[in-house]
């Protein structure tokens, strides 16, 4: 499970002093934490790791958010930081998918889900995020998406 290989990894880090991975694996579980909190408070059960992933993506897209407001801001330390804790939150993630392989994904999908037009956009999409979550960069899945039903 993915919860284990990120205990497994911060106890690593702890005994080899990487106060880096140390901190942002210690920041990965508390969010974590957080957002099983607020799921048992919504009556569902704790999250599978189909959602422990996009909970990654999300903390990933954060802090690429803050490294180009940082490199912008004249901040290259910040920056630097926020970089290497990007590095360490995708090693949790799988192997993302080529441009090609995400064409294909859409092509398929639409198939199947008999999509005609851009209404049927949230079905072609629903239908990714089923079967690649954590794969697929859906912010550009979507705009392919809607190019192919436009």
């Known amino acids: 499970m993915l919860r284990d290989d990120i205990n497994?990894?911060?106890k690593d880090a702890m005994?080899?002093?990487d106060e880096r991975r140390v901190s942002t694996l210690r920041l990965v579980n508390s969010t974590i934490k957080n957002a099983d909190i607020e799921a048992r408070g919504?009556?569902?059960p704790p999250l599978s790791d189909g959602d422990l992933l996009s909970v990654l993506q999300k903390?990933?897209?954060?802090?690429q958010e803050s490294k180009e407001l940082y490199e912008k801001g004249g901040r290259p330390e910040?920056?630097?930081q926020e970089g290497e804790e990007i590095a360490i939150i995708t090693a949790y993630l799988p192997k993302q998918m080529s441009d090609a392989?995400?064409?294909?994904?859409?092509?398929?999908?639409?198939k199947e889900t008999g999509a005609?037009?851009?209404?049927?956009?949230?079905k072609v999409i629903g239908a990714l995020k089923g079967r690649?979550?954590?794969q697929m960069d859906f912010g550009k899945a979507s705009g392919m998406v809607k190019s192919k039903l436009g």
């Open 78 to 80: 910040l920056a630097q």
């Open 101 to 110: 392989e995400i064409g294909a994904a859409i092509d398929a999908a639409i």
């Open 42 to 44: 919504a009556g569902k």
């Open 59 to 63: 903390m990933i897209k954060q802090r």
């Open 15 to 17: 005994k080899a002093k």
């Open 8 to 10: 497994n990894a911060l």
């Open 132 to 134: 690649y979550a954590g």
């Open 116 to 122: 005609a037009g851009i209404k049927d956009m949230g």
